[in-house]
């Protein structure tokens, strides 16, 4: 299977509103990654990791590469009642699990639920009702990339400080679209010039 084969069997399972946890993740788990497939959506930034979108599913869902240089680490955030779903397609990526704070007028610092390590093809599952979480990159010398699926996408969501449990409503933006390089100046959604047409018919700051 590769990318445009895996991107048409999710467009084929989102044809309706349900999700099976279970049969995304089989899917997630059955593409190997593939450089190839995936180079051209992977663009680094080496002050931030970034978030590419790769294919939005009719609507129904965001699917999209981050690329994580050297220590880089995301918030700990919500997914505003999405699902998500976090594939490493190359490198290695260490989520950090917490819970939900108890009070949110209490200050009081966030519980660590488990802390897991994921390495190239391994894929994780997160959702609010599990709780909240981080992404990192431990590495000091080495990149990461990984391919995230949520549905629905999702434009804001909530930065929890890990000190406190206060959070902070946030802006989620794309550093690219379908390989190109996006430009937020005087547009909130963003322009892209030159956008190429990739066969996805014929078969994503603060959040990870």
């Known amino acids: 299977m590769n990318l445009s084969e895996l991107i048409g069997n999710l467009r084929e399972i989102f044809t309706t509103d349900k999700v099976d946890v279970d049969e995304v993740r089989r899917v997630m788990e059955s593409y190997k990654s593939n450089p190839e497939d995936w180079r051209m959506f992977a663009k680094f930034d080496e002050n931030k990791y970034t978030r590419n979108l790769v294919d939005i599913g009719n609507g129904k869902y965001n ?53 897991t390590a994921y390495t190239t093809n391994g894929v994780s599952y997160m959702s609010d009702t599990i709780g909240l979480h981080r992404m990192e990159n431990d590495s000091h010398q080495d990149g990461a990339v990984s391919l995230h699926l949520y549905i629905p996408p999702y434009t804001t969501c909530n930065a929890f400080d890990e000190r406190t449990g206060r959070k902070t409503k946030c802006t989620v933006t794309f550093h690219s679209k379908y390989g190109m390089k996006v430009d937020y100046r005087g547009s909130k959604e963003g322009r892209v010039e030159g956008m190429i047409d990739y066969p996805t018919t014929r078969c994503s700051d603060v959040s990870a």
């Open 63 to 115: 699917l999209m590469i981050l690329c994580w240089g050297p220590g880089m680490a995301s918030s700990i955030h919500d997914h505003t009642d999405a699902h998500c779903f976090v594939k490493i397609l190359a490198g290695r990526l260490i989520e950090t699990q917490f819970e939900w704070p108890k009070e949110e007028d209490k200050e009081e610092r966030l519980q660590v639920k488990q802390k």
